[in-house]
């Protein structure tokens, strides 16, 4: 299974959506800074809910998504907890993807943020970022041979940026 992984770097709390193996089982891996209340929702393209959980007094889980029987397609990955709210889109694709593990951190105040991504073998990956407003501020084809980690100055960006990695 293709999938597109897009990842918001929070300000405190830590969210990453991983689709080892390719198959139709997504991994969403919280890490808070403190246990407290985290609700997860996942949309469809058309905003409807199609899973909403809270946990209470965890302060990092991993929980699997099954998007085995749904349509290919985008879904929105949401996560809230007391630092705010972190939105990830997927873009869930029937077919073969290289891409295994992306990850997006955020350096420093200054803008930095730290993105690394896992493939099988040799590709070439799309990355899009996104500002706070949903404008498309970079886009380049990146070289993976293994695992590569890109560094991004994006201190000028209105609003929390947005990765898109495909």
Known sequence: MASTFTLAAGPTSKVVVLNPNNSEIFKVIYEGVTAGKVT???YDSNSNLLLAETTK???K???PLNFGGL????YTVE???EAGTQTQILNYKKGASSIEIVHVAKLNAEGKYLL???SKGASQVSVRIFDGNSNLIHDESVAVNGSVSVIYTLKDVEGEPTFEVE
């Open 40 to 42: 997860l929702k996942v």
């Open 57 to 59: 007094g965890l302060s």
């Open 61 to 63: 889980f991993m929980r």
């Open 71 to 74: 349509d290919h397609g985008v």
């Open 79 to 81: 996560v809230t907890d």
């Open 116 to 118: 690394s991504v896992v």
